[in-house]
């Protein structure tokens, strides 16, 4: 029975699985994307995104904890640099996953992209065109201000505009 086994071994044993964790967790923190199967991408989550967290915290026992996992000095160097500066307002959730749809000619594993979330500019525009306009209700509020301020304003506007439009349309006659 699997009681209580959540993580997946990758069909290998530990050394081998945390040397293959460590370099994707290199070349995920480089990159800022790879492609590989769902199962690593499964596993690399749980592997990377404890580490961005400690990262938030730039202190010399966060480097060490990390150097201990990544073992990797351009990984760390990406790590508190880049990567910890745009997470840092993210309470979680730092990696995507997105499935490609195909699979690997050998083995028919399925392949998928992983990727940093914050790195990603085509999903950060659509996000700043949503916060640029909300989503107003059609209850009338506007029109309460605009019926009080219309009176007011158009036999003005009005009295002003129509002497020009007979002003452009004398010229057109010229």
């Not at 997946?8 to 994307?33: E, F, Q, T, V, Y």
């Not at 990406?78 to 000619?105: C, H, M, Q, S, W």
């Not at 594993?109 to 992983?114: I, Q």
Request: include cysteine.
């Amino acid at each position: 029975m699997r009681h209580g086994k959540k993580d997946n071994h990758l069909g290998r044993n530990k050394s081998h699985r945390d040397a293959l964790l460590s370099n994707m967790a290199n070349s995920l923190l480089i990159n800022k994307r790879i492609t590989t199967t769902v199962a690593k991408a499964k596993a690399l989550r749980k592997y990377v995104e404890p580490l961005i967290t400690k990262a938030k915290t730039d202190s010399q026992h966060s480097r060490r904890t990390v150097f201990s996992y990544l073992q990797n000095k351009e990984g760390i160097k990406a790590l508190f640099g880049e990567v910890a500066g745009r997470t840092a307002e993210r309470a979680g959730g730092y990696t995507r996953i997105i499935k490609l749809g195909d699979t690997r000619l050998g083995d028919n594993a399925e392949m998928c992209l992983m990727e940093l979330v914050d790195f990603n500019e085509i999903y950060k525009k659509d996000d700043s065109a949503k916060k640029g306009k909300t989503r107003r209700s059609r209850k009338g509020g506007k029109k309460a201000e605009g019926a009080a301020e219309a009176p007011t304003a158009e036999p003005q506007a009005a009295a002003e505009e129509k002497p020009k439009k007979a002003k452009k349309s004398s010229k057109k006659k010229e």
